[in-house]
């Protein structure tokens, strides 16, 4: 067995090999690939989704005008709901298989590694909620201008959601049965966006300009988008430790 | 140089090491002895900045650890009881996450055939048994193309030609400039290469 260590870039080693943009997809399209294959794990929250929505015209009336006014509630109640049943499952197998412990030992920042887990995880769990809502919805008659905003509070509002919950999940990566302790940490942390996004489908439906709670969804994602990360990347390094 | 300037570390009511301090030159080894529970494992995540000791440093050319690491001026690779491995990709689609990490993508099927992976390179991680899941996690090492090696119990699961082969693997490291830090209860053959002993667990 002939044996070879290094090509000669150890000379070179003062820049690490990748850009962040090519790191960010390098990671983004491993953690894809293997939420595709455990895709019962990642069926799991569109299919509570599915759920819930469904029950509760059951339980309540058929009526088309009591649906509709319930419809922006509901369906935002029943995303957050299944947001927080998918986020346990965001860090937890990278600290059990050891995959965390090679993330920290790399060269690169860990916030931005965070984040394209946090996108890989939203894209395999919160998309399939987004895209069925606008479906499910029809079932409790809204119409199509509230169906729109419906759509665009999700786009806005899910994302936002798993990156709270990666805080969350960094906090909590680490302790046994968790579960509801990290329901506990999120789920306040998530009730502006649940506020806003069922306020703006709302308006909506009673014929109101619904732009003002959607520009405040986009600037809660921006701020997510731009501190969860961090916050998160020192979270994780007290749970790996 | 890979120096630890008077580490101390509690685990509970359990001093694990105190006041511990060594150093090693470029082209050498340290190889942490112990029984069972002497800390061996723990000072290899304190090295590799994981855990953070109660009191003291670890300094890589000496100036501090983590921010060499950060900055891209020293490259190691970590090699701990869990392979990091994901168990839903194959042997072939995890190592080559960490060689385009490294920047030699490369060389994944090379280094496959060497660690004698080849045949099982397309299998999926969950199928491998306890010693190709260690000849992958050393496969990943190899790609790492990393100055410092933190192995712990790089020959755990491996048969005779495994344990030979982590020895000329680590042999050939040290010759060629790199270092490496190795917790293991047996000795190990680096070859002429240099090796300071630090016992733990007295």
């Known amino acids: 067995m002939a044996v070879r260590t290094d090509t000669g870039s150890r000379d070179a080693a003062a820049e690490p090999a990748l850009g962040l943009l090519t790191l960010f997809w390098v990671i983004l399209a491993r953690d894809l690939r293997v939420g595709l294959r455990r895709w019962t794990d990642a069926s799991n929250s569109a299919l509570f989704f599915i759920l819930v929505v469904t029950l509760f015209p059951l339980a309540l009336s058929p009526k088309a005008e009591q649906l509709r006014m319930i419809a922006p509630g509901v369906l935002w109640i029943a995303a957050l709901l299944a947001t927080l049943l998918s986020l346990q499952l965001l860090f937890r197998s990278d600290l059990e298989d050891g995959t965390l412990e090679q993330l920290l030992t790399l060269p690169y920042p860990l916030g931005w590694m965070l984040l394209a887990k946090t996108l890989a995880h939203w894209i395999i769990t919160g998309m399939p909620v987004v895209l069925m809502a606008p479906i499910l919805a029809i079932t409790y008659h809204l119409p199509a201008t509230a169906l729109a905003v419906l759509t665009l509070s999700l786009l806005l509002g899910t994302p936002t959601l798993s990156l709270l919950g990666s805080i969350g999940a960094a906090l909590t990566a680490g302790l046994r049965g968790a579960g509801v302790l990290l329901v506990f940490i999120v789920a306040p942390l998530m009730l502006p966006v649940l506020i806003l996004g069922a306020r703006a489908t709302d308006l909506a439906l009673g014929g109101e300009d619904p732009t003002g709670p959607l520009y405040l969804l986009g600037a809660l994602l921006v701020l997510a988008l731009s501190l969860a990360p961090i916050v998160a990347a020192g979270a994780i390094r007290v749970s790996a430790d | 140089m890979l120096a630890g300037a008077s580490l101390t570390l509690w685990r509970g009511t359990t001093c694990l090491f105190e006041a511990l301090s060594f150093s090693l030159p470029v082209g050498s080894a340290l190889l942490i002895e112990g029984p069972n529970g002497a800390g061996k494992t723990t000072l290899l995540r304190v090295i590799a900045g994981l855990t953070q000791p109660e009191s003291g440093s670890v300094t890589w050319q000496g100036s501090d650890f983590r921010q060499q690491l950060q900055s891209g001026r020293l490259r190691l690779t970590f090699s701990g009881h869990s392979p990091g491995l994901k168990p839903e990709l194959t042997t072939r689609e995890n190592l080559r996450f960490f060689a385009q990490l490294a920047g030699q993508p490369a060389r994944v099927s090379e280094v496959l055939d060497a660690t004698g992976l080849g045949a099982c390179a397309d299998l999926d991680v969950r199928l491998l048994s306890a010693g190709q899941k260690r000849r992958a996690a050393l496969a990943r090492v190899l790609l790492s193309a990393a100055d410092l090696w933190l192995l712990d119990e790089p ?24 270092t490496a830090v190795v917790a293991a209860h047996q000795s190990l053959d680096f070859g002429s290469a240099p090796v300071t002993r630090l016992a733990l667990g007295n």
């Open chain 2, 155 to 178: 020959q755990t699961n491996l048969d005779t030609a495994g344990r030979r082969f982590v020895e000329q693997a680590l042999a050939a490291h040290l010759a060629d400039g790199g």
